[in-house]
Antibody
Framework: EEQLVESGGDLVQPGGSLRLSCAAA????????IHWVRQGAGQGLEWVSS???????YYGASVKGRFTISREDAKNSVYLQVSGLRVGDTAVYYC???????????WGPGTLVTVSS | SYEVTQPPSVSVSPGQTASITCSGE??????VCWYQQKAGQSPVLVIY???KRPSGIPERFSGGNSGNTATLTISGTQSMDEADYYC?????????FGGGTKLTVL
């Protein structure tokens, strides 16, 4: 069964950092673009970042310069280093995949990041 | 930056047709996808490339995209279709989501 599982979410103070992980199972994550999407409580979906199969990276305007996406194909995983955290970054962070015109057909259950003093 | 707009809410009676719109400048020139999200669950892809249904998505879900508006249509709406629906497009390599539409079946 194909799965994505996120981990690494936690309670962190403003200005703090975390590394979120997205582990793929049942398929090779190296053959997909992997994206991070977040959702604040009662809010809509917000695209955060993506990494292509060639390692090209993209970021949403609200996180550019603070978040860094990377992939480790040997571990079938993608990571999101989140730094300079703000209260507004509080959200469930989902990872999802896309390939050749078929986007976001598989999502993980999400990991909760809470930024609070 | 590119934006797409959805109505916050749509109501429909069971068995009737629900239409949810997504508007953006020249949106018809881009591919649009739609996601269904039920309370406490991760999103599920229901339409991609404007009008294609992934495996396992019921035929009552359909999509269209022309001009400045994309539309998700649910025919013969069932109570299980009550959820939030999000449209999504690309602006070059950046991903754009609409604000979401809460579909109420009453």
């Amino acid at each position: 069964e194909e799965q994505l599982v996120e981990s690494g979410g936690d309670l962190v103070q403003p200005g703090g950092s975390l590394r979120l992980s997205c582990a793929a199972a049942g398929f090779l994550s190296s053959t997909y673009d992997i994206h991070w999407v977040r959702q604040g409580a009662g809010q809509g979906l917000e695209w955060v970042s993506s990494i292509g199969i060639a390692g090209d990276t993209y970021y949403g305007a609200s996180v550019k310069g603070r978040f860094t996406i990377s992939r480790e194909d040997a571990k079938n995983s993608v990571y999101l280093q989140v730094s300079g955290l703000r209260v507004g970054d509080t959200a469930v962070y989902y990872c999802t995949r896309a390939m050749d015109g078929v986007p976001f057909d598989l999502w993980g259950p999400g990991t909760l990041v809470t930024v609070s003093s | 930056s590119y934006e797409v707009t959805q109505p916050p809410s749509v109501s429909v009676s069971p068995g009737q047709t629900a239409s949810i719109t997504c508007s953006g400048e020249k949106l018809g020139e881009k591919y649009v996808c739609w996601y269904q999200q039920k309370a406490g669950q991760s999103p599920v892809l229901v339409i991609y490339q404007d009008n294609k249904r992934p495996s396992g998505i019921p035929e009552r879900f359909s999509g269209g995209n022309s001009g400045n508006t994309a539309t998700l249509t649910i025919s013969g709406t069932q109570s299980m279709d009550e959820a939030d629906y999000y449209c999504q497009a690309w602006d070059n390599s950046l991903v754009i989501f609409g604000g979401g539409t809460k579909l109420t079946v009453l």
